[in-house]
C-alpha cells in the first residue's frame, strides 16, 4: 500500500499503526468458529498525520468512525471513536515490548473498570483483537471477546 507522509509524521509513533492500514474483513470467534460481523477499512490522511477508521457491521445495525493523531507531547497516537448510537470513546495506542493495546481512557458511557483491545498474532494480512476488561486498576486482565480480522485489499 503505497501513501505519501510529510516528515513530521513519519516517526516511529507514527509508524505503529502502519501493519492495520487496509480494508478488511471481521469476524468474531465462537466456539473456534469464525462468524463474519463487517467490514473495516483504517487509512491515514493529511500526508499520515490522521488515523481513520470506519466499520460498518454486516447487518448495518451497528457502526463507527474514528479520528486519531500522535500527541506531540506524550508521542503516542489518540483515537476517538463516533458510534451510529451518537456515544463515543477514546484511547490510546500503547505499545510495551511486544505487546500493543488501545486502551480506553474515556467516553459518553461510564465504566467501572478499564478496557482494552489488545492486538495479538499481527501477520501481514490478519490480526486478533481481544477485548480486555480490568477491575483491579490494571494489575490483571480478563479476556472477553476475540475478533479476527483478515485483509480484503
Known sequence: MAYSQSSSCN???????????GEWEEYTIKDSVEVYI?????KLDIEGCV????FVMSDTT??????????????????????N???????????EGKSLYTLRIGGSRKTDYLQRLKYIDIKKDEYTVVQQ??????ISWKSKDSTKIKRIE
Do not use: C, M
Not at 516517526?11 to 492500514?21: I, T
Not at 488515523?51 to 470506519?54: A, I, K, P, S, V
Not at 476488561?133 to 490494571?138: D, L, V
Open 133 to 138: 476488561e480490568s477491575y483491579n486498576g490494571g
Open 62 to 83: 451497528f457502526s463507527y468512525r474514528s479520528h486519531g493523531y500522535v500527541n506531540p507531547a506524550s508521542n503516542i497516537w489518540e483515537e476517538t471513536y463516533v458510534f
Open 38 to 42: 463487517g467490514r473495516l477499512i483504517t
Open 11 to 21: 516517526s516511529d509513533a507514527h509508524k505503529v499503526v502502519y501493519p492495520f492500514l
Open 85 to 95: 448510537s451518537g456515544g463515543y470513546s477514546k484511547y490510546l495506542w500503547i505499545a
Open 51 to 54: 488515523l481513520t477508521q470506519t
